[in-house]
Nanobody
Framework: QVQLVESGGGLVQPGGSLRLSCAASGIIFTIYTMGWYRQAIGKQRDLVATITSGGTTNYADSVKGRFTVSRDAAKNTLYLQMNSLEPEDTAVYYC?????????????WGQGTQVIVSS
């Protein structure tokens, strides 16, 4: 059982910055992948960025060069630094955790945090 709690969402102006946090608790395995996904109203949930326990990152093309995903293992916390925000970034952002052991999979989602980019 893993619990994820996001924070840091809010209203920002175009071109502004915001940092999202995701605090994880519960049984955290040694090997895992964590990431951020977002879902705008009326649209599907899409991948934003992921990071593995080994530090390998992956980004959606739409956010490359603007967003940075990172983690603080000591605090069990995932971050998403968002710069040069655009109105198209408006969405609910969700934290995700996934791991596997001997073929057994676990996947968990946070409750989501709203990001609105508007003047």
């Amino acid at each position: 059982q893993v619990q994820l709690v996001e924070s840091g969402g809010g209203l920002v102006q175009p071109g502004g910055s915001l940092r999202l946090s995701c605090a994880a608790s519960g049984i955290i395995f040694t090997i895992y992948t964590m990431g951020w996904y977002r879902q705008a109203i009326g649209k599907q949930r899409d991948l934003v960025a992921t990071i593995t326990s080994g530090g390998t990152t992956n980004y959606a093309d739409s956010v490359k060069g603007r967003f940075t995903v990172s983690r603080d293992a000591a605090k069990n916390t995932l971050y998403l630094q968002m710069n040069s925000l655009e109105p198209e970034d408006t969405a609910v952002y969700y934290c995700n955790y996934r791991d596997q052991l001997f073929g057994r999979e676990r996947a968990y989602w946070g409750q989501g945090t709203q990001v609105i980019v508007s003047s």
